[in-house]
Each structure stands twice: as C-alpha cells, then as structure tokens.
C-alpha cells in the first residue's frame, strides 16, 4: 500500500521562503513529484526528484531523501501568484503490476502581502 | 493549443444517467490517465492506457465505470447510473515516458460532475 502525508495548509509573507514537506510509505518507489493547482484550474507539474538530492528550478526547489522516505518543495521570493494548492506524488505498483501515480491531499499555501 | 482537453468542461445530470466524457492527449504521448478529485483531495487514480491497451484499473473504479482509447488516440470515459457520490472533477492527463524514467504528466483543465 501506499500513503503521502503532507501539512494541510501553510502561510507565508511576500517576499518569504516557505518548506512544503511530504512523507510517503510506498512498497516500491519511482521517484517524488510535485504539482502546483490553482483554484479552479488544473495540476501542473512542477518538479521530480529520483535520487538524493536538491533539484532546483528558478524560485521553486525540490529535496529528496528516499532513506528517510521524506521530501519538500521549497519556494523562494514568494509571490501573491504562488498562492495555490501543492500536491506531492509518488509512483506505487498497482494491482496489475504497473507503477500508478498515487497524490498527497495536497497542501493550501496562502501568501499574504 | 497542443495542450490536453476535455469535453464537456461541465455536467449536470439526474441521478440515474448515463455520462460520457472525452479526452484527447498530447498528440505525441503514449500513456493516457483518468483521475477523479473532490475538494481538498488530491486527484485519485481511476486507469491508465500505455496506446490502446488498459494496464490498470483503480479498486475505485466501480463496474458502473468504463473507460476506452481506441486507436490509441483520445479516450472515453463513461459513467453509467450515475449516483450523488460520483459527483466531482473529472481529469485527464497524458505523457510520454523518457528512457531515464521520468514520467512528466500534463493535464487537462476536467470535466465537472455534478449529479443531482
């Protein structure tokens, strides 16, 4: 089975840096994304990390340890656009022995000005 | 737009009914996935297609559900006698999988349910 436990809502400052963390049991492992979703709109991906390590992409970075089964998404010079709901995402296999996508409950940021 | 879209974007209908949604992918992307999200959740796995071919079938999805790509292309997915609880967002994603493994899934805007 497979579980992503992620904080249910986080709030920050413009201009602040603010740490999205994910915990996941899976009984395999194929990597950890992360998906960005405004309200209304739909997830867009934002970043994928398959070994240790920081993965860095302009104002968003992304860490992983696979022995700690733990991850974060780190966002930098927050922006009033970057209010959003985040949503972490592993690969776990499925019942027909294909690895499937399974999302945390996803985490509201609100930044406030 | 190359992106990938859904049709209907909205659906009202009694409870009883059948339903059916389209999706047509990224012309180039191999895998095609049906996720179901209600508010403050995540999206849930519903089935994935590598081509024409179903590889994977949630537990979620009861035998009311049935999803096909013919061809490979787009895809369908229909819900037959159609209860309150199916009510939701209904979403589409395609990708292509790169030999490294890395999997970058792109979605479309959904389809929303309502059953009443």
């Known amino acids: 089975g497979q579980s992503l436990e992620q904080p249910s809502e986080v709030t920050a400052v413009e201009g602040a840096i603010v740490q999205i963390n994910c915990t996941y049991q899976?009984?395999?492992?194929?990597?950890l994304s992360w998906y960005q979703q405004h309200d209304g709109g739909a997830p867009t991906f934002l970043s994928y990390?398959?070994?240790?390590g920081l993965e860095e992409t302009g104002r968003f970075s992304s860490f992983l340890s696979r022995s700690d089964s733990y991850g974060y998404l780190l966002l930098q010079e927050l922006q009033m656009k970057d209010s959003a709901s985040y949503f972490c995402a592993v690969r776990d296999r499925g019942e027909g022995g294909s690895y499937i996508p399974t999302f945390g409950r996803g985490t509201s940021l609100i930044v406030h000005p | 737009d190359t992106g990938v879209s859904q049709d209907p974007r909205h659906k009202i209908t009694k409870r009883g009914q059948n339903v059916t949604f389209r999706c047509d992918p990224i012309?180039?992307?191999?895998?095609l996935y049906w996720y179901r999200q209600t508010l403050g959740q995540g999206p849930e796995f519903l089935t994935y297609?590598?081509?024409?071919?179903?590889?994977?079938k949630s537990r979620l999805l009861s035998d009311r559900f049935s999803a096909e790509r013919p061809k490979g292309s787009f895809s369908t997915l229909e819900i037959q006698r159609t209860e309150q609880g199916d009510s939701a967002m209904y979403l589409c994603a395609s990708s292509f999988r790169a030999g490294t493994g890395q999997e970058t899934q792109y979605f479309g805007p959904g389809t929303r349910l309502l059953v009443l």
């Open positions: 899976t009984s395999g492992f194929y990597g």
């Open positions: 012309s180039e992307h191999n895998r």
């Open positions: 990390n398959a070994l240790d």
């Open positions: 297609f590598q081509n024409e071919a179903q590889l994977e």
